[in-house]
């Protein structure tokens, strides 16, 4: 063994990195790895290869590289020694628990890539050194930074940090994943969720106008025979056991104003196609016989998994499901108006009014929305801001009920933004994933419709104190309420992605219109 340092990567963090290079190359661009004095390990991360599963390391004879080939995902992973590089190899061809090692050295500096393959491929030759290849990735990355954050470097500090973690998790089209995707982290939450994906795409869609249509359009590409979208999309795998909340037609009608120019009629024609479906899912496999409101399967479906609403029963009718339906399905109206569908545009917007009627005669009691057993027809109540999310209503919304939520949805916010669990709750929990932590998805969906209820100061307080809180704390997946430590996985692209949405809404609304700087917003939360 040398003498000198050396740095272990397991092959399951490098299983992944081919599917995370940028989009802007070609092909599928190798990772290049460059050292000096220091020797870099490469090992399996489990020891153990069966006949399931594990990584198995050989020797091509081809070319001379090295290979990994994952049990789990089918991949394959090919490392070839470049100038003043070589390769010391032990457990070639082993089986079971045989160690299965390769490190990279050399006498002074070595280069060496990483590429993803399938079964085969020429023998990898560069295009350049590692410095040419480290400009071209510098400037690839200058490109994508400039236009997704314009000029608004001087209201948003770390707007280009935002860009970074955008760019760093989009990868190439592959397998399931049949566009250029934005995947929720280029760490272990490496996918695309039904959700998650609609804050990209808003992000994005000003300055990479096409890249933020993919994004809205991947997860529709799977759409099964009754309209539901899958839960999330990977290269490999297609998972339909959950489903996620139907805020895609909030999102599209915000989608379609932020795009530099309109939708063609052919995409509009298709995309109102797809949006129908599945909203009738939520109207058909989701609504009981007689029933006027949809429910959750569980708090999966929600997106708030284990948020304190499905604490008493999992199969729920709540407010939040109704209030998204409601507005997908006036922007179905909207969309259909423009098709010259007219009976269609009707028939959404009585569909809506009808939802917006059940909302209030079934959920609605006591100055609050509350959630309701489809099986039982009984009413329970929790301290999760989920039960608040009819405020994404905005200007819908009766003047006296967006008052009470307003003033509800202060009471969970801290000095840092909006608990998802008030802190006051016997069931708040400092890293209890959706029972206290902030996240970004509430805070966007909450500031938009209190901003189109007339609320705008209680929307810039949150607004103002969300980007705060990802210029203090990172773009982590969610934050303490309490203390606004970053949670979790730190590089998350949705919250990259929230903090430039609201860092560009507040750049483009009036100076004479901006609210006061965060210090006095963090300020006027801890008086009240």
């Known amino acids: 063994m040398s003498s000198r340092p050396s740095v272990i990567i397991r092959s399951t963090v490098c299983a992944q990195i081919g599917m995370r290079m940028p989009v802007p190359e070609r092909g599928r661009p190798p990772l290049r790895l460059s050292g000096e004095g220091l020797d870099l390990g490469i090992t399996p991360a489990d020891s153990r290869l069966t006949s399931f599963s594990g990584t198995y390391l050989y020797r091509d004879p081809v070319d001379g590289s090295l290979q990994f080939t994952s049990y789990e995902t089918g991949r394959r992973y090919r490392i070839t020694p470049l100038a003043g590089a070589s390769l010391r190899v032990s457990g070639s061809e082993g089986l079971a628990a045989a160690p299965r090692r390769l490190t990279l050295t050399g006498p002074g500096r070595w280069e060496a890539a990483i ?42 500090p770390t707007a280009e940090l935002a860009a970074y973690v955008l760019w760093s998790a989009t990868v190439r089209p592959a397998g399931f994943v049949g566009r250029p995707a934005v995947l929720m982290s280029k760490h272990w939450m490496d996918k695309v969720w039904s959700w998650d994906h609609c804050f990209n795409a808003l992000a994005v869609a000003p300055g990479v106008p096409q890249l933020a249509w993919h994004q809205f359009q991947l997860p529709f590409d799977h759409q099964d025979e009754s309209g539901a979208l899958p839960d999330s999309v990977t290269h490999s795998e297609i998972l339909y056991n959950f489903v996620k909340p139907p805020i895609h037609g909030w999102a599209l009608r915000r989608l379609r104003e932020r795009l530099p120019s309109p939708v063609p009629a052919d995409d509009l024609g298709d995309t109102y196609r797809r949006l129908c479906r599945w909203t009738d899912f939520w109207l058909t496999a989701r609504r009981a016989p007689g029933e006027a409101l949809p429910h959750y399967q569980h708090g999966n479906d929600s997106g708030w998994d284990n948020a304190t609403t499905f604490d ?31 009976e269609d545009a009707a028939r959404h917007t009585r569909g809506a009014k009808t939802m917006m009627d059940a909302l209030f005669d079934q959920l609605w009691a006591d100055g609050r929305f509350h959630a309701r057993s489809p099986h039982t027809g009984r009413l329970s109540r929790s301290r999760s801001l989920l039960d608040l999310m009819p405020i994404a209503l905005g200007e819908l919304l009766p003047k006296d009920v967006s008052e009470q939520l307003a003033q509800q949805v202060t009471s969970h916010l801290t000095p840092h933004g909006l608990a998802t669990e008030h802190t006051d709750s016997p069931h708040y929990e400092a890293d209890g994933y959706w029972r206290g932590p902030i996240w970004a998805p509430s805070t966007v969906l909450i500031e938009d419709g209190l901003r189109r209820a007339g609320h705008s100061e209680l929307a810039d307080e949150i607004s103002g104190g969300f980007r705060a809180l990802c210029e203090r704390s990172g773009f982590a997946e969610n934050f303490d309420a309490i203390t606004g430590q970053g949670l979790r996985d730190r590089t998350y692209t949705w919250t990259a992605s929230s903090y430039l949405l609201l860092a560009d809404d507040h750049g483009r609304r009036p100076r004479a219109a901006q609210r006061p700087d965060c210090d006095e917003r963090r300020q006027n939360v801890e008086e009240r």
């Open 312 to 342: 008493s029963r999992r199969v729920l009718v709540t407010a939040d499901l109704a209030s998204f339906l409601i507005l997908q399905l006036h922007e179905l109206s909207r969309m259909a108006d423009e098709l010259g569908r007219t």
């Open 115 to 156: 590429e993803e393959i399938d079964s085969a491929r020429p023998t990898y030759t560069p295009a350049g050194d590692f410095a040419h290849t480290v400009t071209r990735a510098e400037t690839a990355f200058h490109e994508f930074a400039h236009a997704v954050t314009g000029r608004r470097e001087d209201r948003a």
